[in-house]
């Protein structure tokens, strides 16, 4: 996820069961575009607005109001047409169009957060 938005914010955080590391155009959580979300019974990508998305090839999981996932078996699944699709849909979206073109997504320059501070690589 770094190589493909080496831009984005990434954020760490326990969210009940999950160990999470999203990835935001903000350093708010609740702005992520996607999740990497891992539990007892495995990884999964989240699309944190996934009801929204088309999914023709019907690969995502979930019945939540916003939230969808793709269970990732390896990171290669990042890499399959369809998941790629999605991904690319989702930044496109219009309820966060302005995520694609927002300079933080395309700036070459990755912000992260830990804790409360927060650092510039």
Known sequence: MRKRYPAATELVYDNYNFFVIGY??????????????????????AFLRGSTLDDPDGILQGAGKLNRFVRLKSAATL???????????VLFSASISSAASDPVWSSGRRWTRTSDRTSRR
């Open 24 to 45: 935001s155009p903000t350093s708010r959580p609740s702005d992520s575009i996607f999740s990497i979300a891992a539990a007892a019974n495995g990884v999964g990508l």
């Open 79 to 89: 890499s399959e047409p369809a998941v790629a699709s999605l991904m690319c849909a």
